[in-house]
């Protein structure tokens, strides 16, 4: 035991290769190193079941942001949230799917919401459809064969129900001026999508902010598609005029505890110290998985072997046909599995990765930079933004209400998901693996600084540029935080070890990290943030400025 303890501590990244991480591991006190250990230490804390997946609006969002702001204390670092305190409130309200108040008419016929019907969770004000018709659309998220645009608007659009939950970037565009979208889901709703409807911190929107109406997606059964069309769907073609639709779908508000956690450090010079450096993290994950808890071994494993065959199929990409052949000629002995590893019933969607990793990496570099013994000229902003994954939430929020002035922000560095990145994680992966978006986008000299820095490692990073590319199907450029300080103008750079088999499952759990890994990128986003903050010059803005007001397009 003792042995064993002693590799655990020394060197976390061998075991977790081998797979031999606990479930369970005690803290130790942190140091002012960016280190394995102490990475360990806090991730563990932070995603261990007790935060109930830190989901924003719930009590373990509230926890997990109390735990951030007494380490924060405790560092000394000077409070920049509301009313001197690490707190700014950010606010939310939860809106679940009401049945009660909903609605859908089909020339007298009702339609019994929860039964027939439900809205696919969505973000945005539901378009009103009262009075418009229908007309079939095909296959979702296939554009070839759509009706144009000009045939789609008003309408509500029925589909077929298609693979996947995404539909793509273009798909989305060319149906945005439906009064409605209708998927075709087969006999019946299942209680996933019932619940996930009605969950109640379902449909999470910011009170105050000027959302544009949207065509709400809803889930229909075949009988009430058929009852839309006013034919089977196997006998209507594309562009076929459906019936006449009243009636609404109706939404319960209520308020969602969410903040944001805010730090400073001051800087050295008395001039630069009112400029900022700012290195983020998100908060938040996605709670209890709703439903019966699952076995989590099993889950682990096949989603590993499945990732290893096809890697993360993008959003709006349907896998192809010997994608899905080789997906279903995987087999795992699981008997062999359980003889090894008892079944462990899981429903806490942990969040180890996504973004504990973010979170308890830049608390080990408001640490670092607490105890340094000269600090830079500029002042370091930290911000924990909250509802990353209801829609990039608190970011928003810190951008539009920034707690120092939003211009005197000289950069961002946001870090989610930086734990991983291992050849097992991802078929491209390794011990050097790093992914990079938006390092250029703004300014090229920021690029330049970061690419200068880790050459300067103790163990350079190979950086993957591919997720940066325009028009990516993964979108990262805008899914997550640091887009809301680039639509400001100011310069971004977003690190991540990248997507996994366990992304936003219950087996993103801490005995799974790469913390070795995890500790070469803290030291690389602190060594890019002390270049940064003692520039004398802010980072010069060369690239092409968004529209603060406009869409998001990588």
Not at 425 to 443: I, M
Not at 478 to 504: E, K, M
Request: glycine share 10%; hydrophobic share 40%.
């Amino acid at each position: 035991m003792r042995s064993l303890l002693a590799t655990l501590v020394l060197s976390p990244a061998l075991l977790a290769a081998q797979g031999s991480l606990p479930l369970k591991y005690a803290p130790r006190p942190t140091t002012a190193a960016i280190s394995a250990r102490d990475l360990m230490s806090r991730l563990y804390v932070f995603s261990d079941d007790s935060m109930m997946g830190r989901e924003t609006g719930t009590r373990g969002h509230i926890i997990s942001t109390a735990y951030i702001a007494r380490e924060l204390r405790r560092l000394g670092l000077h409070p920049a949230g509301d009313s001197g305190t690490f707190f700014q409130t950010v606010p939310l309200v939860n809106r679940p799917f009401d049945p009660s108040k909903s609605s859908m008419v089909v020339e007298g016929v009702s339609l019994t919401p929860g039964a027939d019907f439900v809205p696919q969770q969505f973000r945005g004000l539901p378009r009103a459809f009262d009075g418009a018709q229908v007309i079939y659309g095909g296959t979702y998220g296939d554009i070839a064969g759509l009706p144009s645009p000009d045939q789609l608007r008003g309408k509500i659009v029925v589909f077929a129900g298609g693979r996947g939950g995404f539909a793509g970037t273009a798909f989305n565009n060319a149906v945005s001026g439906a009064a409605a979208v209708v998927r075709a889901v087969g006999p019946s709703l299942s209680v996933s999508q019932v619940r996930n409807a009605t969950w109640p911190t379902a449909n999470m929107l910011m009170r105050g902010v000027n959302q544009t109406d949207t065509p709400l997606t809803i889930l229909a059964t075949d009988r009430a598609v058929e009852l839309l069309l006013g034919a089977p769907l196997a006998q209507t073609t594309v562009g076929t005029a459906g019936k006449t639709v009243h009636g609404s779908v109706a939404f319960a508000e209520s308020p969602a505890p969410a903040r944001n956690v805010v730090a400073i450090l001051r800087g050295s010079d008395r001039t630069l110290q009112n400029t900022y450096v700012a290195i983020g993290a998100h908060n938040d994950h996605i709670g209890i998985l709703p439903g019966d808890a699952v076995d989590h071994d099993s889950l682990h494993t096949y989603n590993q072997a499945r990732f290893a065959v096809i890697g993360m199929v993008p959003r709006g990409v349907q896998p192809t046909a010997e994608q899905r052949a080789r997906v279903d000629a995987i087999h795992i002995d699981f008997d062999s599995l359980h003889r090894a590893h008892p079944v462990r019933r899981d429903s806490v969607r942990n969040g180890a990765d996504d973004d504990g990793s973010g979170t308890v990496t830049l608390l080990e570099i408001a640490e670092a930079f607490a105890n340094r013994n000269t600090r830079p000229k500029r002042s370091i902003l930290f911000v924990w933004h909250t509802g990353e994954e209801k829609g990039l939430l608190g970011s928003r929020y810190f951008s539009e209400h920034a707690t120092v002035p939003r211009d005197s922000i000289v950069a961002q560095l946001n870090m989610d998901m930086v734990g991983r990145g291992e050849a097992w994680d991802l078929p491209v992966g390794g011990p050097n693996y790093l992914a990079l978006v938006g390092s250029r986008r703004l300014s090229s000299q920021l690029g330049d600084a970061v690419e200068d820095v880790n050459r300067h490692q103790r163990q350079p990073f190979a950086f993957d540029y591919s997720f940066d590319a325009p028009g990516h199907p993964e979108n990262i450029y805008c899914r997550s935080d640091h887009f809301h300080y680039a639509r400001w103008g100011i310069p971004v750079v977003f690190f991540t070890t990248g997507l996994h088999g366990d992304y936003h499952q219950v087996t993103d759990e801490p005995q799974y990290i790469s913390y070795e890994h995890m500790a070469r990128v803290g030291q690389l986003v602190h060594d890019v943030a002390v270049r940064m903050a003692n520039m004398d010059q802010r980072p010069l803005v060369d690239g092409t400025r968004l529209d603060p007001n406009g869409q998001c397009r990588q």
